[in-house]
């Protein structure tokens, strides 16, 4: 791992090369326990950077801020993360303060140009291809630092480059489908005058990145905290299964080849053994269960790929903690008579639905107090307060809300649960039940539930009610969504179960909040209008339709 001291002294040169705009100056890199620190004392320019070891680490560096990882960060004060425009779109969550302009849409079913595209300019075309801008130039300059680093360091920067340059395309092709495909970096504003390429022709750049460097040993075969959470094998293949699920359902349909390679490389993790379940024979139902593992520990084994946060030593804070609780936790007063909470800007930006949250079987610890969600409260003076609404437990981080200040602690965003459920999911629906079952009840096991026996279509639905479920507040539904054409209707309060049916007629929650309206979300709204600004920029682009 490198060390806090190289890293600080890596910082104190940014670059200065041309990206979506000018490439931004590098960010700080949370790299586990050792962070880079910001700290430019000059300035390089395109052709005078990359010629030192400390200018290869540095550029590396920036890929682990711009583009995906940015959208945990994005957002924040009185709006939305962009991670939750899609469920909220979806209306299985809705912001409770609901005035920014995608949550109004969503509410209202008002799906136009004028209230979605500058936000999704803003918080996603642009960062995805900044992303992208920088992984292209870690990728045009590292193989010829041969004089300058040694071939195994070429072939691991290599393969972050790839990895978040097929990372942040994945997000592109889920969110706008056809997109312009950029390989080089920019030397002129007309390098980016690109037209959009199909999307089964992303797909395929996004898996040649990805497939070569899924089972070389350009990455180690470590765990992401054992590896100074950077780019593992794990994170390459996890990847891999996550693009050939989405492909092989609406709107490419790739279908069972694509089945079988989710599969394939979601039994690479599976069997590469370094990940694995907290808890995997059953979790405790306190403050020492599995989830709180996962929501607290910066070593478990069961997280893949996090964004990582550390705002007590380097001020890098969690901006999520703002949205774990409404603003009636503002009221709250000690037994002192003291205010609980001073944070003003405290309030549900995500808040589940009730269906979802009534959709928990009784013994699904999930389900359970200060698991995922929870309702009360004690403070240090032992009085026990009570939400309006259920807050978010895996974003609540006591001394950082007390404080008025970001969090500590980390967001997965690839867990192995998750490796789990797509190797359940891809062997079922080629048929091959026994293992689908196998994986399937690993999750269920741990979370205290029976084990499934169903088959068919039912063991389908089975599995996506658990990725609801293990993932209420990791973003993933949306995506199920998209790719399925389904959406998750109540099947008996507390039964553990729902009822996935076709979208198109489908009674859509919270549409406006509190109410569900058939139908509510056309087809076309799975994808997001191309941003009328880059329209207008680049003559090459055409609108998605239902957005002209």
Excluded at 468 to 488: A, G, Q
Aim: glycine share 8%.
């Amino acid at each position: 791992m490198i060390t806090y001291r190289t890293m600080q002294n890596n910082m104190k040169k940014s670059i200065n090369i041309w990206s979506v705009a000018l490439l931004a100056l590098v960010l700080g890199l949370t790299s586990c326990n050792d962070f880079l620190e910001e700290n430019p004392k000059d300035q390089k320019s395109a052709d005078q950077f990359w010629k030192t070891v400390e200018d290869a680490q540095t550029g590396v560096d920036a890929l682990y801020f711009g583009g995906v990882p940015y959208l945990n960060n994005s957002g924040g004060g009185w709006q939305p993360k962009s991670t939750m425009f899609g469920g909220i779109v979806s209306g299985l969550f809705y912001d409770d303060h609901g005035d920014s302009q995608i949550a109004e849409a969503a509410k209202s079913s008002n799906y136009t140009l004028e209230k979605f595209s500058s936000t999704i300019y803003n918080n996603l075309w642009h960062e995805f291809y900044k992303g992208i801008s920088r992984a292209n130039f870690v990728l045009a300059n590292i193989p010829g630092m041969t004089g300058v680093l040694d071939q195994a360091t070429i072939d691991r920067y290599v393969a972050e480059g790839k990895f978040f340059r097929a990372y942040a395309y994945f997000y592109l092709v889920k969110e706008f489908g056809d997109v312009p495909y950029i390989d080089k970096p920019y030397k002129s504003p007309t390098d980016m005058y690109v037209e959009r390429m199909p999307s089964d022709q992303v797909y395929q750049k996004i898996i040649d990145d990805l497939a070569d460097i899924a089972s070389n040993n350009a990455l180690p075969n470590k765990s992401f905290y054992e590896n100074g959470c950077r780019v593992t094998r794990a994170m390459v293949q996890t990847l891999l299964a996550e693009v050939y699920l989405q492909k092989a359902g609406y709107p490419l349909q790739g279908g069972k080849a694509d089945y079988e390679n989710a599969a394939k490389y979601a039994e690479m993790v599976i069997n590469g053994g370094s990940a694995a379940l907290e808890q995997a024979n059953g979790s405790s139902d306190d403050l020492n269960s599995a989830f709180n593992v996962i929501k607290n520990s910066k070593s478990s084994k069961e997280i893949i790929f996090a964004k990582e946060y550390d705002y007590s030593n380097n001020d890098i804070g969690n901006g999520y903690v703002n949205l774990c609780m409404g603003s009636d936790a503002t009221t709250w007063k000690d037994a002192d008579g003291k205010q609980v909470f001073s944070m003003n800007v405290l309030h549900k930006a995500y808040q589940p639905c009730d269906m979802i949250l009534k959709s928990y079987a009784r013994e699904d610890i999930r389900g359970h107090e200060k698991q995922f969600f929870f309702n009360k409260y004690t403070d240090k003076t032992g009085v026990t307060h009570t939400l309006n609404d259920p807050g978010q437990w895996a974003w609540f981080e006591e001394d950082a809300i007390i404080g008025n200040h970001g969090g500590d602690n980390n967001i997965p965003t690839m867990r192995y649960s998750e490796v789990l459920l797509i190797a359940a999911e891809a062997n079922a629906r080629i048929g091959n039940t026994e293992k689908a079952l196998g994986y399937l009840n690993q999750v269920r096991r741990r979370a205290g539930l029976p084990d499934e026996t169903a088959t068919g279509d039912a063991l389908i639905q089975s599995i996506l009610t658990e990725r609801l479920h293990e993932f209420p507040l990791e973003f993933k539904v949306w995506d199920d969504i998209r790719r399925t054409r389904l959406y998750p209707e109540a099947d008996g309060d507390y039964s553990g179960k729902l009822k996935w049916v076709p979208l198109s007629s489908a009674m859509i929650q919270n549409k406006p909040v509190g109410v569900v309206k058939q139908g509510a979300i056309p087809e076309w709204v799975l994808l997001w209008p191309i941003p009328q600004d880059e329209i207008q920029r680049n003559p090459s682009l055409t609108q998605n339709p239902g957005w002209e």
